[in-house]
């Protein structure tokens, strides 16, 4: 019982009036007109937190449920599709076939630099790994150091095994 209903029952007693279960129930049964108003339908959540809509208020009220009020949700419409404008792919943008053949040169000239670097860097690795036996390090008195530095070899190995196939990938479609 709310604090308003508490002071109206003090004040109602006081003159001799006392509100009846049915007036009780009718005050109670106003958010759920309004409920009904808003979608047609009314939800009831029924104790062990069961909600339903299919039973009438008389059973509804039988049950101990409670009708709720339930907003319809809050829609946003989709932003409007701008029209597309034209490409800046125009011919002001395009380039000279010289140029381009020298950018394409340019870029294959980059390319074999990067791979006869990372092919060194591969031999400098494999020198040092040898084989998954490399020489012993002084500061690697702890063998698991070692295991560590042996591991970290072979996945350098790896990855510049794999920067070679990319490579050598992108060399193949300069040509």
């Known amino acids: 019982m709310n604090v308003a209903t508490a002071s109206a029952s003090r004040t109602s007693s006081a003159r001799g009036f006392r509100p009846s279960a049915f007036v009780l129930a009718a005050l109670m049964a106003l958010p759920a007109a309004g409920a009904r108003a808003a979608d047609g339908s009314v939800t009831y959540q029924c104790p062990g937190a069961v909600f339903t809509n299919t039973i009438t208020a008389k059973e509804a009220e039988a049950k ?3 009708a709720m009020v339930i907003q319809q949700p809050t829609t946003i419409p989709a932003p409007k599709l701008r029209p ?6 125009g011919a002001a943008s395009r380039v000279d076939a010289q140029e381009q053949k020298a950018r394409d040169s340019d870029a294959r000239k980059i390319l074999q630099d990067e791979l006869i670097k990372a092919q060194a860097q591969l031999d400098a690795l494999q020198k040092e790994y040898n084989n998954g036996q490399p020489e012993r ?18 996945a350098q190995i790896a990855r510049t095994e794999s920067d070679i196939n990319a490579i050598t990938r992108e060399l193949a479609k300069t040509q």
């Open 84 to 89: 597309s404008t034209a490409s800046p792919g």
């Open 137 to 154: 390090q002084g500061d690697e008195k702890n063998y698991q150091k070692y295991l560590d530095r042996t591991a970290d070899l072979k």
């Open 64 to 66: 101990g449920c409670k």
